[in-house]
């Protein structure tokens, strides 16, 4: 019978990147433009924005309402999700190559202070497809193993065999864009806070930046608030052409991440840089040290 679930799972997984593949489809069709964003509320104080470097006016940019926005979900993760899992699905362009779609299951925990100890920042994944990674198995757990990650290779060869690794190897960086230490919702709104500071900074007129809210988008089944940041012409000062970020309107955090660059000589489609979406997501599991152990890796697949 478990066999037989898992094997329900993979086949389920095997068609979501026709579902997942791009903004507009990965959204319900009837979207709700959100009203112009209202100046006079009080701006949320955050120690994530540095105003010092921001352009004057710079609350007046389309970006400020996103980076508010952004930062009051960072705070609320911040308050109040120690653990999450999900089924992490990505698919991320490296070093010019397009990789195929993986599916892992993960769990993450936050560092945080308890009465009697630190508790670390940790990530447990392992890989449920594609077929030559299926089984892998990736521990890290910040301050344990001389902060290198504990890995079993899986796929169809060697599967078996276990290595610590960097997580900004050369190994390491060949086989994923950010390394497992920026792994989890906080970090990944922290660096949406950066991005678009950044762009306000290379943008301070707008000329070159378009910001869309839209209701009622759809992920993995749940409602979420879509944001579109579009810079029309390209121009190194940006890092990308088009992002997608869609942030689940109940439990307030990001489902949903995807970037492009701009399109390629006379196409008009954009070029895909990353997609990472947080499927089955489940906030404060209760997850424990047992959840991070090494024997989850070493031990029998």
């Given amino acids: 019978m478990t066999r037989l679930v898992a094997l329900k799972s993979l086949l389920l997984l095997a068609v979501l990147p026709a579902v997942y593949s791009n903004g507009d489809d990965a959204t319900t069709a009837r979207k709700v433009l959100l009203p112009a964003a209202s100046l006079e509320r009080p701006m949320l104080r955050s120690a994530l924005i540095d105003a010092a470097k921001l352009p004057e ?40 190559r397009l990789r195929e779609y993986e599916y892992l299951r993960t769990n993450v925990r936050r560092e945080r202070q308890t009465a009697d100890r630190t508790v670390p920042f940790s990530v447990y994944a392992e890989f449920l497809a594609p077929k030559k990674f299926q089984g892998r198995k990736v521990l890290y757990v910040e301050g344990r193993n001389d902060n290198r990650m504990l890995v079993r290779n899986g796929g169809l060869r060697f599967s078996h065999v276990v290595v610590n690794i960097s997580p900004t190897s050369d190994a390491a960086t060949r086989e994923s864009r950010y390394p497992i230490t920026e792994l989890g919702l906080s970090n990944m709104v922290r660096r949406l806070i950066d991005q678009a500071q950044n762009d306000i900074v ?74 990472y979406t947080y499927m089955r997501l489940k906030l404060n599991v209760g997850l424990t040290d047992r959840d991070f152990s090494e024997e989850l890796v070493r031990g029998q697949p």
Avoid: M
């Fill in 57 to 96: 006016k710079w609350e007046t940019h389309p970006l400020a309402r996103a980076l508010f926005f952004a930062t009051e979900r960072h705070a609320f993760i911040d308050q109040q999700v120690r653990d999450f899992s999900c089924i992490l699905a990505k698919r991320e362009r490296i070093n010019g």
């Fill in 202 to 275: 290379a943008d301070p007129a707008a000329q070159n930046t378009d910001v869309t809210f839209f209701r009622n988008a759809e992920i993995d089944g749940r409602l979420c608030t879509h944001i579109r940041v579009t810079h029309p012409n390209e121009d190194p000062a940006f890092t990308f052409h088009q992002a997608n970020i869609y942030v689940d309107d109940e439990l307030h955090v990001p489902l949903r991440v995807e970037s492009y660059t701009w399109p390629k000589g006379t196409s008009e489609t954009p070029v895909l840089l990353e997609e």
